[in-house]
């Protein structure tokens, strides 16, 4: 009996162990594109209704006719807009694939797909962003990036 004791003691114990303290972290897209006015690569987050209106302002900048801000309830959440600086081409794409609350931080996971490069491309510059909406707080926000290159199929 007291092997059996022993034994369930340490596998509680190796289990406790093994427990991520991850948190994943509920979120959804709210735009995603491949041209933004913020420019360098940056998280910019937007947790009331006036930050949210100078977010999307500073992202429509260049745009043409654009769409009025997307409504959101800043009451339960924030919007979260991360994006990959500029580059040369078209063909750059940027989708926030994760988050996770880690060690006092909101993280997120983002993957960049940068053109197949057999591909021709325009010679435009793009800026790949997404825009997310998540429940808020006030954690710090950090971005890990995953980067790809986009395959012919």
């Known amino acids: ?10 596998l509680c114990v190796s289990g406790c162990a093994m427990v991520d ?3 994943s972290v509920a979120f959804t897209s709210l735009v995603r ?3 933004t006015g913020l420019g360098a690569t940056r998280v910019r987050v937007a947790r009331s209704a006036a930050e949210w209106e100078l977010l999307w302002n500073a992202h429509a900048s ?13 009451e339960h959440d924030m919007v979260v807009f991360v994006n990959d ?8 794409a940027l989708e926030v694939t994760g988050a ?16 197949a490069p057999e591909l021709l491309q325009a010679q435009v510059i793009s800026t790949p962003f997404e ?6 707080n006030a954690l710090p926000i950090r971005v890990e990036y995953e980067r790809v290159t986009a395959q012919v199929r």
């Open 33 to 35: 594109g491949a041209q």
């Open 62 to 74: 260049q745009a043409l006719g654009a769409a009025p801000a997307p409504l959101v309830d800043f």
């Open 85 to 92: 600086g500029q580059h040369p081409t078209s063909g750059w």
């Open 21 to 23: 303290s991850d948190d």
């Open 100 to 115: 996770r609350i880690v060690a006092g931080e909101l993280v997120l996971q983002a993957r960049v797909t940068a053109p």
């Open 1 to 10: 009996m007291r092997f059996f004791k022993s034994i369930v003691a340490l």
């Open 131 to 136: 825009g997310i909406v998540t429940e808020r």
